[in-house]
């Protein structure tokens, strides 16, 4: 292996964060070399937001992100924000739109942001390695790193090497084994914006459910989401279900609202004197989609039956499946099709200023590898762009 001519700095990893630190850092004429073990820089940006690239969100702040240090992502949020990166999604004429709760995503394709960030690169000079195999990482600034393409040396190293959500297209762990090579933590990595398992007399109900998507609101603590609930054939998906995942603790239930914003004890209480002839199943399924209200009315044990001739105390109980159903998942659908990896590097070992590890300034992590995940919406790759930015700032 023959090492290569000498860079100011190393980026492994060409996704979001490691490309927008590269351009960053090459513009202020350092001398950069990134290094991806893809055959394709930016893969994720690729497939995300349904191909449109959510790429950021209009109300960011500090407190749609999940970390063990909640202010850690602040700094960087700030100096680097979404209309920062509107900026330069305008100066590269990308056209976009809004969709709804402010997030922004391509009208053409998320390819136009890799181009961006490729052409970025390329004015600065960054030089992009793909199909680079990563082997040993040694030293202390200067950093050599090995590679099945030479090894490269330089005083700085920047790990942007994500997450381990959707390993088929490259997700690895190597940010935290680096991390951890280097006497820094990891808070335990776990899948989030993830859809979620069930089991038993549950999962057998929303099988039957499976494609049925309804807007309700679920809880887990003090998080709760309003958006939509999609039953799937292994559990629960769909947005509201996505921004639960993150916080859900396994073990433990969620709550969910399938008629957020009504009261439905009065709702069919009020029913019943009205029309006491109707079918329980009827009734609900005025506000529910048919075979949803007929499963739930068969789960409080009322199908078929006239309201009028059911109790109120059944009654009650159908009330609280439909405005506090509580269910507790067996599980997520995992890495394999989670958006997010929650947990990565521990944020007290980083500077939040320059995101380079204290005790070791040269060693900087960005993006999805640290322990800040962000909501659904286009908060995460708002994290990539801002982390990566201050690094490229400051290596
Ligand atoms: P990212 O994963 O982008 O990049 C890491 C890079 O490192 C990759 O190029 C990878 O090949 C490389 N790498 C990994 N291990 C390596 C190794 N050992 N050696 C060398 N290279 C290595 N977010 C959002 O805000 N809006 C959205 O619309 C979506 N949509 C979306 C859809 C899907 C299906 C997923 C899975 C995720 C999203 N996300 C999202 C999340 C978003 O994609 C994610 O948070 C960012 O891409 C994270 O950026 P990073 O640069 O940290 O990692």
Same mark, same amino acid.
């Given at each position: 292996? =023959?090492?290569?001519?000498?860079?100011?700095?190393?980026?492994?990893?060409?996704?979001?964060?490691?490309?927008?630190?590269?351009?960053?850092?090459?513009?202020?004429?350092?001398?950069?070399?990134?290094?991806?073990?893809?055959?394709?820089?930016?893969?994720?940006?690729?497939?995300?937001?349904?191909?449109?690239?959510?790429?950021?969100?209009? /109300?960011?702040?500090?407190?749609?992100?999940?970390?063990?240090?909640? @202010?850690?992502?602040?700094?960087?949020?700030?100096?680097?924000?979404?209309?920062?990166?509107?900026?330069?999604?305008?100066?590269?004429?990308?056209?976009? @739109?809004?969709?709804?709760?402010?997030?922004?995503?391509?009208?053409?394709?998320?390819?136009?942001?890799?181009?961006?960030?490729? =052409? %970025?690169?390329?004015?600065?000079?960054?030089?992009?390695?793909? %199909?680079?195999?990563?082997?040993?990482?040694?030293?202390?600034?200067?950093?050599?790193?090995?590679?099945?393409?030479?090894?490269?040396?330089?005083?700085?190293?920047?790990?942007?090497?994500?997450?381990?959500?959707?390993?088929?297209?490259?997700?690895?762990?190597?940010? @935290?084994?680096?991390?951890?090579?280097?006497?820094?933590?990891?808070? /335990?990595?776990?899948?989030?914006?993830?859809?979620?398992?069930?089991?038993?007399?549950?999962?057998?109900?929303?099988?039957?459910?499976?494609?049925?998507?309804?807007?309700?609101?679920?809880?887990? &603590?003090?998080?709760?989401?309003?958006?939509?609930?999609?039953?799937? @054939?292994? &559990?629960?998906?769909?947005?509201?279900?996505?921004?639960?995942? =993150?916080?859900?603790?396994? &073990?433990?239930?969620?709550?969910?609202?399938?008629?957020?914003?009504?009261?439905?004890?009065?709702?069919?209480?009020?029913?019943?004197?009205?029309?006491?002839?109707?079918?329980?199943?009827?009734?609900?399924?005025?506000?529910?989609?048919?075979?949803?209200?007929?499963?739930?009315?068969?789960?409080?044990?009322?199908?078929?039956?006239?309201?009028?001739?059911?109790?109120?105390?059944?009654?009650?109980?159908?009330?609280?499946?439909?405005? %506090?159903?509580?269910?507790?998942?067996?599980?997520?659908?995992?890495?394999?099709?989670?958006?997010?990896?929650?947990?990565?590097?521990?944020?007290?070992?980083?500077?939040?200023?320059?995101?380079?590890?204290?005790?070791?300034?040269?060693?900087?992590?960005?993006? %999805?590898?640290?322990?800040?995940?962000?909501?659904?919406?286009?908060?995460?790759?708002?994290?990539?762009?801002?982390?990566?930015?201050?690094?490229?700032?400051?290596?």
């Amino acid at each position: 292996m =023959s090492l290569s001519s000498p860079f100011d700095v190393i980026v492994i990893g060409a996704g979001a964060a490691g490309l927008m630190c590269a351009a960053i850092a090459s513009a202020r004429g350092r001398r950069v070399v990134v290094l991806d073990h893809n055959d394709q820089p930016g893969r994720k940006i690729l497939v995300s937001g349904g191909g449109k690239c959510n790429f950021t969100n209009r /109300a960011v702040t500090p407190a749609q992100y999940l970390s063990a240090n909640p @202010h850690y992502a602040t700094s960087a949020l700030k100096r680097y924000g979404p209309a920062d990166f509107l900026d330069l999604i305008k100066r590269h004429r990308i056209a976009f @739109h809004e969709r709804e709760h402010g997030q922004l995503f391509c009208d053409n394709s998320a390819g136009d942001i890799v181009a961006m960030l490729l =052409s %970025e690169c390329g004015a600065g000079g960054a030089e992009i390695v793909l %199909e680079a195999k990563v082997g040993a990482v040694t030293g202390d600034g200067p950093f050599r790193v090995a590679t099945s393409r030479g090894t490269y040396e330089a005083a700085a190293l920047v790990v942007a090497t994500g997450g381990l959500s959707l390993p088929k297209i490259g997700a690895s762990g190597f940010a @935290h084994a680096l991390a951890g090579r280097y006497g820094l933590s990891v808070v /335990a990595p776990r899948p989030g914006l993830v859809p979620l398992t069930f089991t038993g007399a549950d999962l057998a109900l929303m099988r039957d459910l499976a494609g049925i998507a309804v807007p309700a609101e679920i809880r887990f &603590g003090k998080a709760r989401f309003r958006e939509a609930l999609l039953f799937t @054939h292994r &559990g629960l998906s769909g947005p509201a279900v996505l921004q639960i995942s =993150s916080y859900w603790l396994t &073990g433990q239930s969620i709550m969910v609202d399938l008629l957020p914003g009504q009261d439905a004890a009065a709702r069919l209480l009020e029913r019943k004197g009205q029309r006491p002839n109707a079918q329980v199943e009827t009734i609900v399924g005025e506000l529910l989609p048919a075979r949803l209200a007929r499963a739930l009315a068969e789960r409080a044990g009322l199908l078929g039956r006239p309201i009028g001739q059911s109790t109120n105390a059944a009654l009650a109980g159908l009330a609280r499946l439909l405005s %506090e159903w509580p269910l507790v998942p067996a599980g997520s659908e995992g890495y394999r099709t989670a958006e997010v990896t929650l947990g990565g590097v521990d944020t007290a070992h980083l500077s939040s200023k320059t995101m380079a590890a204290k005790s070791h300034p040269g060693l900087s992590f960005v993006g %999805e590898a640290v322990d800040v995940a962000g909501w659904l919406g286009g908060y995460n790759f708002q994290w990539a762009w801002s982390s990566g930015w201050v690094a490229g700032m400051s290596v």
